[in-house]
């Protein structure tokens, strides 16, 4: 099965710094969607961009979407230490199944 | 917005026995509901697809006999976790997805512990 693959595995920023995380997956999508994950705890949705669509915005978060690249990038603009966790892109296969495969995910840390 | 519950938050038990975690819909309806696992450090890695009255769709590599796993009603499936041993201690999550939108909506998660 497809799996996402995202970079950098971890970042580490000043608070008040942008954070950019990038994911490429393999195959065809609907959409692909960002998570949030706090250490030991569930997930957190983000913002769901979908296929025909190439940048969305929601406060800080901005996502980019290049299906020719197969890629999508997650930039959090003014960081703030609470900002830090996982941050996971997960996309659903064209088919409509639901099934969501994850990338592997970038651990971001905000020094205050 | 959409509330799916998992029940227990944490479980311990010994190797050998079985437990079973539950996956609720609180304020939605969903037939499909999805069951995740997450090692230590990594990432959700999707195990089955649960359907409200028929059988379960397992991905490849996951033991349909050792995660059992029932959708008895439009907001109810579990998850069994057969004959436990240590390496299947791990984070365990579903999703449910809305039957009436599709959106989906996960649960907070269960962390399995086997001794």
């Known amino acids: 099965s497809q799996q996402g693959e995202e970079d950098p595995q971890a970042l580490s920023i000043q608070e008040g710094e942008n954070a950019t995380m990038n994911c490429s997956y393999k195959?065809?999508?609907?959409?692909l969607q960002w998570y949030r994950q706090n250490s030991g705890r569930g997930l957190v949705h983000l913002i769901l961009?979908?296929?025909?669509?190439r940048e969305k915005h929601s406060g800080r978060l901005r996502v980019t979407l290049d299906t020719s690249k197969k890629s999508s990038s997650l930039l959090i603009t003014a960081s703030r230490a609470a900002d830090t966790a996982s941050y996971f892109c997960a996309t659903d296969g064209s088919g409509n199944t639901g099934k969501l495969i994850f990338g592997q995910g970038t651990t971001l840390q905000v020094k205050p | 917005g959409a509330v799916v519950s998992q029940h227990p938050s944490r479980v311990i038990c010994k190797s050998g026995t079985s437990v079973k975690i539950e996956c609720r819909s609180l304020?939605?309806?969903?037939?499909?509901m999805f069951w995740y696992r997450q090692f230590p450090k990594q990432s959700l890695m999707l195990m089955a697809t649960?359907?409200?009255?028929?059988?379960?769709?397992?991905e490849q590599g996951v033991e349909k006999d050792k995660f059992l796993i029932n959708h008895a009603s439009l907001t109810l499936s579990t998850l069994t976790v057969t004959s436990a041993h240590p390496e299947d201690s791990s984070f365990y999550i579903c999703?449910?997805?809305?039957?009436?939108?599709?959106?989906?909506?996960f649960g907070p998660g269960t962390r399995l512990t086997v001794t």
């Open positions: 195959t065809s999508i609907n959409n």
């Open positions: 649960s359907n409200e009255g028929s059988k379960a769709t397992y």
């Open positions: 961009i979908r296929s025909n669509e």
């Open positions: 999703s449910a997805r809305d039957l009436r939108t599709h959106e989906q909506y």
């Open positions: 304020d939605f309806q969903a037939t499909t």
